[in-house]
């Protein structure tokens, strides 16, 4: 049984920074696609980053330069790396997976080729 569980979320001013974890069971975090999605209130959910099997990254541009994507093979863990967070970062993350090494390039976005989710995880940055 696939899961994905996220931690690592809370509150922090602006200029801050956090870290996100999603630890993977019943997958394997260095073979496939894994990304980081968002949702603030109102708002449709937005990729924020991916990573493929190859360790190849890609990133939107709100947050290309201030957010990192890593894995840990070994601990089967992938990781967002939050700095410089703004106000506009506030939203529920979310981890997601893909049973394939490759991110699809610019399809990397789009929400509806991952098939496995976590929970999500709260990020709330204040003024």
């Known amino acids: 049984q696939v899961q994905l569980v996220e931690s690592g979320g809370g509150s922090v001013q602006a200029g801050g920074s956090l870290r996100l974890s999603c630890t993977a069971s019943?997958?394997?975090?260095?073979?496939?696609?894994m990304g980081w999605f968002r949702q603030a209130a109102g708002k449709e959910r937005e990729g924020v980053a991916s990573?493929?099997?190859?360790?190849?990254?890609y990133y939107s541009d709100s947050v290309k330069g201030r957010f990192t994507i890593s894995k840990d093979n070994a601990k089967n863990t992938l990781y967002l790396e939050m700095s410089s967070l703004k106000p506009e970062d506030t939203a529920i993350y979310y981890c997601?997976?893909?049973?394939?090494?490759?991110?699809?390039?610019?399809?990397?976005?789009?929400?509806?080729?991952?098939?496995?989710w976590g929970q999500g995880t709260q990020v709330t940055v204040s003024s």
């Open positions: 997601a997976g893909r049973p394939s090494p490759t991110c699809l390039g610019g399809a990397w976005r789009v929400s509806t080729i991952y098939n496995n």
């Open positions: 019943g997958y394997t975090v260095s073979s496939t696609c």
């Open positions: 990573i493929t099997g190859g360790s190849a990254t």
